[in-house]
């Protein structure tokens, strides 16, 4: 009789990574490892021009040098690709994947070389010489709205992208009815106006963009490898870009150094490398340097609000106006347009607010184009509106977290329909904020602070609220369909081999998949592989990015498992001569409920599976099946994060002092990987209070295009990090999993700068733009204004 | 083209190369050593980091001719006979990386940090790194398995 350990449970637990031995020990292969015989490299020749029409271009140097097999300019790359395709439905100006006659930011590119290798191929980039006739560069974004300094986009005056009608409370297909908003104001005891800005990023996964890609002549087919968070919305794009079917492509993201977002977008270079691979009919390879990446992988966030929040002295919020301006840059990149919106669904944020009304106006600028950056739209709106509640304690003399206490949607509203048309799945606000408040000592964090204070020092408290939307989907609110797809097979030998569409690019998938997978079929997890990031082995896919990889493509997978195990307990219902509802998987044996003696070994009965002598009736050989899952609803996860900064009197330094961050994700599969999602997301928002920012000058020359000039987060800028959560299951999918992977950079931005605001109260400020660069402090500190 | 020969992770390399090409060039492309990352072109991130002659240094910052007779070890090269350098390990189990590519040159700049300073406090161990950027995990796993390597020292 076999017998076998028991297995520990491991869906909950903190499982160390299955990525991480590769990845230690240099073994992983990202985009720039993959060598191909007879491979040649590309390089862009750019533009030094925010906006420019070109006059006249010179390659012939280029040309003749040796081991350069073809140059390429705008003109000749467009006789044999179409414009640039986006994902929305958003109207979009005639972009080309390189220029053709005018360049409208700095960095766009104008031609492009093939070469033997990648210095040669940046040598001939360099030696092509580009006239232009300058024209004058739209770089501020109020500006721009009105035409000024010209308009880049002939069919979209006043460089209006997007004038959207107003959105919230009153608003509906027939009409916009302002009583409501109206009333809310004139009732009002108090109301709070703000002009706030959220700065411009730069994305700045450490691996930049890559790609590789090979038409093989011969077959027809395209295999490109790219450094993308969705291979198969990729292979969508390369295969309409190049005239292929979409099973003549083979889209592959092999290790992928973070996205953070940026790599959602389908890019220029993705698509000139792969039509270039077709006609020359050779692999074909990109690396994207990181000055590059500065001014050609999309940025993040800059979006104006002007926001005006009306409340009663008694800290009861009566209503909230959001006026947003979003700077996109010269193009609408895949989801550009779609990105402020997610600003305008969330402005509900967490708290019951009867009436509220946002407008949104996109412009284009002499730019790069912006796109999704964590939280993408989210972490917008949940500084807008935390910030102006801290405004409005301020105003009050309240506590921060008891004007949030008053004003919470409560936990038996939920289903909660908010004024922006979004339905909240499950929340419970105070319990998050209570729990933070515990985790950080408010209490005695307060007297800290006031005994610092009564020393001279200055130091401040900041606290916010976060609620947002992970877990994308339906179809409806995605338009590349909003569902995720996995594929289980128990193989002959009892090992188990799953695919799921959720590429990652560092969420450590083929860890928490393989715990449920392990959990669900009571085997040990070295038995399961994750397959991913790969179109000829993951049949369907959407990709990783909203939050959703958990959430979505998590609950496909375990869909998936569920139909296999019913099948396989049929085919061990067979050999035990019991009935299948009988039977439990556990410690890798399939045996009879209450009697684990009477069993087989899970491996046995894939075997038979797979040579079923006799085959049960009604049975088809094999143990493999499938599962889309699409959910009814987003998910919306919680918190509510704490800092306390103190800033240098003598230099206007910010130092934080201590971050707590209390994160509701509902039910966890592996605590330390969401640990680290926290963490990360953590710093970057904490990145954006302090010490990041694109900054343009008024020729639209970026001034921040390398690592020396735009402040990537380091390790010395953190304390150490405290994190509680709490957990809310969500109904929308059955594992009740939110999302994290965003989480951090939503609450943590708002409650640095409510820190520092809170340090400098005793000059009077109420508001600081970010980034809180000391020199913008010092300025305070010596009198002068915000 | 310039001949040159150093030491590579133990075995003895003989090549000849264009001066101008950077010793992360060299090691990625020549030897196919690609567990050494670039991640920028201005010497700030440290996903390039090697140890030259037993020291981390940056290999974006050197050309290759300027590392011609000495002693390199890449990621690859960190443990030779097969078991995880202490760093290696500690970086596993506190989940010290999510996508991995600051991960080679984070664990090669800690291979010094902890030669200089075998018992760093927290504050050390942040100084330590900050040559080294990570864009994933916000630094607090990294800095607990540099603790937790020095503890096992």
């Given at each position: 009789m076999p017998t076998s350990p028991v297995l520990p449970k491991l869906v909950g637990q903190r499982v160390k990574r299955r990525e991480d031995p590769r990845l230690i020990q240099g073994r992983g292969t990202y985009v720039d490892d993959i060598a191909l015989v007879?491979?040649?490299?590309?390089?862009?020749?750019?533009?030094?021009?925010?906006?420019?029409?070109?006059?006249?271009?010179?390659?012939?140097?280029?040309?003749?040098?040796?081991?350069?097999?073809?140059?390429?300019?705008?003109?000749?790359?467009a006789e044999f690709l179409a414009p640039m395709p986006i994902g929305t439905p958003f109207p979009s100006p005639d972009h080309r994947a390189v220029a053709v006659d005018t360049v409208r930011y700095g960095g766009e590119a104008v031609a492009v070389v093939v070469a033997s290798d990648r210095y040669l191929a940046r040598d001939a980039a360099d030696a092509i010489v580009v006239d232009y006739d300058t024209l004058p560069a739209v770089v501020d974004l109020e500006l721009a709205m009105t035409g000024q300094p010209t308009v880049i986009h002939s069919a979209f005056p006043n460089n209006l992208a997007v004038?959207?009608?107003?959105?919230?409370?009153?608003?509906?297909?027939?009409?916009?009815?302002?009583?409501?908003?109206?009333?809310?104001?004139?009732?009002?005891?108090?109301?709070?106006?703000?002009?706030?800005?959220?700065?411009?990023?730069?994305?700045?996964?450490?691996?930049?963009?890559?790609?590789?890609?090979?038409?093989?002549?011969g077959k027809g087919t395209m295999t490109i490898w790219s450094s993308t968070q969705n291979p198969h919305i990729l292979r969508t794009f390369i295969a309409a870009m190049t005239g292929l079917g979409q099973d003549q492509v083979r889209a592959i993201a092999p290790e992928v150094g973070g996205g953070f977002g940026a790599k959602i977008n389908i890019y220029a270079e993705e698509y000139v490398t792969a039509a270039i691979s077709k006609r020359l009919g050779i692999p074909v390879k990109?690396?994207?340097?990181?000055?590059?990446?500065?001014?050609?992988?999309?940025?993040?966030?800059?979006?104006?609000?002007?926001?005006?929040?009306?409340?009663?002295?008694?800290?009861?919020?009566?209503?909230?106006?959001?006026?947003?301006?979003?700077?996109?840059?010269?193009?609408?990149?895949?989801?550009?347009?779609?990105?402020?919106?997610?600003?305008?669904?969330?402005?509900?944020?967490?708290?019951?607010?009867?009436?509220?009304?946002?407008?949104?106006?996109?412009?284009?600028?002499?730019?790069?184009?912006?796109?999704?950056?964590?939280?993408?739209?989210?972490?917008?709106?949940?500084?807008?509106?935390?910030?102006?509640?801290?405004?409005?304690?301020?105003?009050?003399?309240?506590?921060?977290?008891?004007?949030?206490?008053?004003?919470?949607?409560?936990?038996?509203?939920?289903?909660?329909?908010?004024?922006?048309?979004?339905?909240?799945?499950?929340?419970?606000?105070?319990?998050?904020?209570?729990?933070?408040?515990?985790?950080?000592?408010?209490?005695?964090?307060?007297?800290?602070?006031?005994?610092?204070?009564?020393?001279?020092?200055?130091?401040?408290?900041?606290?916010?609220?976060?609620?947002?939307?992970?877990?994308i989907g339906p179809s409806s609110s995605l338009p590349t369909g909003g569902w995720e797809h996995s594929q289980v097979t128990i193989e002959r030998d009892g090992r188990i081999s799953a695919t799921t569409g959720a590429s990652p690019h560092g969420q450590g998938n083929e860890t928490t998949f393989a715990q449920m997978l392990a959990d669900q079929f009571g085997v040990p997890l070295e038995h399961v592989t994750i397959l991913h990031g790969d179109t000829g082995v993951v049949k369907q896919g959407i990709g990783s990015f909203g939050s959703r990889s958990q959430a979505v493509g998590g609950t496909a997978l375990h869909l998936a498992?569920?139909?296999?195990?019913?099948?396989?307990?049929?085919?061990?219902?067979?050999?035990?001569?019991?009935?299948?509802?009988?039977?439990?998987?556990?410690?890798?044996?399939?045996?009879?409920?209450?009697?684990?003696?009477?069993?087989?070994?899970?491996?046995s009965v894939a075997s038979y599976a797979y040579v079923p002598v006799p085959l049960p009736e009604g049975l088809e050989p094999g143990l493999s099946d499938e599962a889309f899952f699409e959910p009814s609803n987003n998910t919306y996860p919680f918190g509510c994060h704490i800092a306390m900064l103190e800033i240098d009197r003598e230099t206007g330094e910010p130092t934080l002092l201590k971050v707590v961050a209390v994160d509701d994700a509902g039910h966890l599969i592996n605590p330390l990987i969401v640990e680290g999602q926290i963490h990360g997301g953590l710093a970057q928002g904490i990145g954006q209070a302090l010490i990041e920012e694109v900054v343009y000058s008024e020729e639209g020359q970026l001034l921040t295009g390398s690592f020396m000039d735009y402040a990537i987060p380091r390790a010395i800028d953190f304390p150490h990090f405290e994190l509680e959560a709490t957990v809310t299951p969500t109904p929308v999918n059955p594992l009740g999993a939110k999302g994290v992977g965003e989480a951090g950079t939503l609450g943590s931005t708002p409650c640095v700068v409510a820190a520092a605001v809170d340090a400098l109260s005793e000059f009077g400020v109420k508001h600081i733009d970010m980034m809180l660069r000391p020199e913008k402090l010092w300025r305070i500190i010596q009198g002068g204004a915000s | 083209m310039a001949q040159i020969s150093m030491t590579v992770n133990g075995k003895a390399r003989k090549a000849n190369v264009d001066p101008r090409v950077l010793l992360v060039h060299f090691l990625r492309e020549h030897l196919r050593l690609t567990g050494t990352h670039i991640g920028c072109d201005t010497s700030q991130c440290g996903s390039c980091t090697v140890l030259l002659d037993g020291r981390s240094a940056k290999s974006c910052t050197i050309f290759a001719v300027q590392a011609d007779g000495s002693e390199i070890t890449t990621i690859e090269g960190l443990a030779p006979d097969g078991q995880l350098h202490p760093l290696q390990h500690a970086f596993w189990e506190e989940h010290g990386l999510q996508c991995g590519y600051c991960t080679p040159g984070m664990i090669m700049a800690a291979v010094t940090l902890l030669e200089d300073n075998p018992k760093p406090s927290e504050r050390e161990i942040r100084e330590g790194i900050s040559g080294n950027y990570c864009r994933c995990t916000g630094y607090q796993h990294i800095v607990n398995a540099i603790q937790r390597a020095a503890e096992k020292r």
């Open positions: 007879g491979m040649l490299h590309l390089a862009f020749k750019r533009s030094d021009v925010a906006h420019g029409r070109i006059r006249s271009i010179d390659t012939s140097a280029a040309e003749a040098m040796d081991g350069v097999e073809a140059v390429f300019t705008g003109a000749q790359i004038a959207l009608v107003p959105s919230g409370t009153g608003v509906s297909a027939s009409g916009v009815d302002d009583s409501a908003i109206d009333e809310a104001f004139a009732k009002a005891e108090v109301v709070i106006s703000q002009r706030m800005m959220n700065q411009r990023l730069a994305p700045s996964a450490m691996e930049s963009r890559g790609v590789v890609a090979h038409y093989e002549p990109w690396i994207e340097d990181r000055s590059e990446a500065f001014v050609a992988t999309t940025h993040g966030r800059d979006i104006l609000g002007y926001v005006d929040l009306a409340a009663k002295r008694d800290g009861t919020v009566l209503g909230l106006k959001l006026r947003l301006i979003a700077d996109i840059g010269a193009y609408n990149m895949l989801l550009t347009a779609a990105i402020p919106t997610l600003t305008m669904m969330m402005a509900n944020a967490t708290y019951r607010i009867p009436a509220i009304r946002t407008t949104l106006t996109e412009v284009f600028t002499n730019k790069t184009p912006t796109d999704a950056y964590r939280g993408a739209g989210r972490p917008e709106a949940t500084y807008f509106v935390e910030r102006a509640m801290d405004m409005l304690a301020r105003e009050l003399q309240m506590d921060p977290a008891e004007l949030r206490r008053k004003n919470f949607i409560q936990p038996n509203q939920f289903p909660f329909v908010t004024q922006m048309g979004a339905t909240y799945d499950s929340g419970d606000y105070e319990k998050a904020l209570d729990k933070a408040l515990e985790t950080a000592k408010w209490e005695a964090l307060k007297a800290e602070r006031d005994a610092a204070r009564a020393q001279g020092r200055l130091v401040g408290l900041g606290l916010a609220m976060y609620v947002e939307v992970c877990g498992g569920a139909k296999v195990k019913t099948k396989m307990a049929k085919f061990a219902a067979a050999l035990l001569e019991a009935h299948e509802d009988d039977l439990v998987f556990q410690n890798g044996m399939i045996s009879v409920k209450g009697s684990p003696a009477a069993g087989k070994s899970f491996a | -």
